[in-house]
Every structure is written in C-alpha cells, then in structure tokens.
C-alpha cells in the first residue's frame, strides 16, 4: 500500500489500545493521519503496541493517557495531543464499555464512560476545531450495538450529544466542527477468531 508522505493532519482517537479504536487508529495513519492515542494507564501496553504500529506506517503518534469520563483528563488529552502534532483535524471516540447491568454501580460506570465520555470528547474536540477556526470532524464510533439497542450499551446517545455540540459552540454562519456517527457491523465472533486486526480490515 502507498502511503501518503505528508500529513492529511491530526487525529486523536479514544479508546485506542484493543478493538475498534485501535483499528480506526491504524487506518486513518495509513490515510495519511498523526495520530493522538488515548486510552487508561492499565491499557499502557497494547497502546504503546499501536504506537509502534503508526510509526512503522510513517505517520506520528502521541499518546495521551487519561480518563474519558474525566473532564480534565480529556481537555488536558486534547491540548497535550495539539502541543505535540499540531492542529486537531479529526476526533474519533471509540470507547465503550461492555457489561451487563445488574447493579446501580455498572449502569453508573456504563454510562459515565460511553454517554459523559463521549459528550466530554466532542465537547473539547469541538472547541479547539473552533477556536483554530478551520473546520474538522467528530465521529462517534461504536459497534451495531449502538443502533439495535439488544444490549445494555449507552453509544445510542452519540449522535444526539454531537448535534447539541455542534448547534451549541459553533460560530454562526460557520461550519467549523461536522459530526458522523458510525455504527459498524462487528460480530463478537470476528473479534475474537479473527483478531483484532479484522477491525482495521472492515473499515
């Protein structure tokens, strides 16, 4: 595969380290994007595995460990990411949290990562896209589970987070910040059979 030489621009990627993030990570340095890495600390290994993987694509890569559902943490991964690579292009947020509900304290926990996170994420990646005044995109990234619905996750929300955002903080008369959802079709079976590679490769 040809690899584009100069930087397409900067994305930073939550939820990097294992499955649909580190896929989504992977492919956009192939197309050509330096790329913010972000996951917990405890994911410190798999992570800086991507790492390795995005240089050897020959694009940059920064990680910036912190907490989604934490609002300093995700501000401080945004500013820390732009000091090191440059101005934001593209945030994508692909972290979830997987478990059932049977417990007040794994619906707090689900929906603290999947709903807050997200709408942390697009919030600090929308006003730095509006305050370099150039446009960018913010994806919502999840798995089919995100649209069914059949099991307990909170990604549903993703899309109705990026438009109050966006109507939110956006200069009028200024397209600064488009919001996408993706919701891919991704079998628990291809994940685990295959390995996590099948990821990049659907996309």
Same mark, same amino acid.
């Given at each position: 595969?040809?690899?584009?030489?100069?930087?397409?621009?900067?994305?930073?990627?939550?939820?990097?380290?294992?499955?649909?993030?580190?896929?989504?990570?992977?492919?956009?340095?192939?197309?050509?994007?330096?790329?913010?890495?972000?996951?917990?600390?405890?994911?410190?290994?798999p992570?800086?595995?991507?790492?390795?993987?995005?240089i050897?694509?020959g694009r940059?890569?920064? $990680?910036?460990?912190? #907490?989604?559902?934490?609002?300093?943490?995700?501000?401080?991964?945004?500013? &820390?990411?732009?000091? @090191? *690579?440059?101005?934001?292009?593209?945030?994508?947020?692909?972290?979830?949290?997987?478990?059932?509900?049977?417990?007040?304290?794994?619906?707090?926990?689900?929906?603290?990562?999947?709903?807050?996170?997200?709408?942390?994420s697009?919030?600090?990646?929308?006003?730095?896209?509006?305050?370099?005044?150039?446009?960018?995109?913010?994806?919502?990234?999840?798995?089919?589970?995100?649209?069914?619905?059949?099991?307990?996750?909170?990604?549903?929300?993703? $899309?109705?987070?990026? #438009?109050?955002?966006?109507?939110?903080?956006?200069?009028?008369?200024?397209? &600064?910040?488009?919001? @996408? *959802?993706?919701?891919?079709?991704?079998?628990?079976?291809?994940?685990?059979?295959?390995?996590?590679?099948?990821?990049?490769?659907?996309l």
């Amino acid at each position: 595969m040809l690899l584009p030489v100069s930087s397409l621009g900067v994305a930073i990627v939550t939820g990097a380290a294992r499955g649909i993030g580190r896929g989504i990570a992977l492919r956009l340095a192939k197309d050509g994007y330096d790329i913010g890495l972000n996951d917990l600390p405890t994911a410190a290994e798999p992570l800086d595995d991507v790492r390795k993987e995005i240089i050897a694509l020959g694009r940059r890569p920064f $990680i910036a460990f912190g #907490d989604v559902s934490v609002p300093v943490d995700v501000e401080k991964t945004v500013s &820390t990411v732009v000091e @090191n *690579l440059g101005p934001l292009n593209v945030l994508t947020d692909a972290l979830t949290h997987i478990t059932h509900v049977d417990e007040v304290s794994d619906f707090q926990k689900q929906f603290s990562i999947n709903t807050i996170g997200a709408f942390l994420s697009y919030k600090y990646a929308a006003l730095q896209m509006i305050k370099q005044g150039k446009g960018g995109r913010i994806i919502g990234a999840c798995s089919i589970a995100g649209k069914q619905g059949n099991v307990p996750y909170a990604d549903k929300i993703r $899309i109705q987070i990026i #438009d109050l955002i966006y109507c939110q903080e956006r200069p009028a008369q200024q397209d &600064t910040a488009r919001p @996408n *959802l993706l919701c891919g079709v991704l079998p628990r079976s291809q994940v685990s059979s295959r390995g996590e590679t099948s990821v990049e490769a659907r996309l």
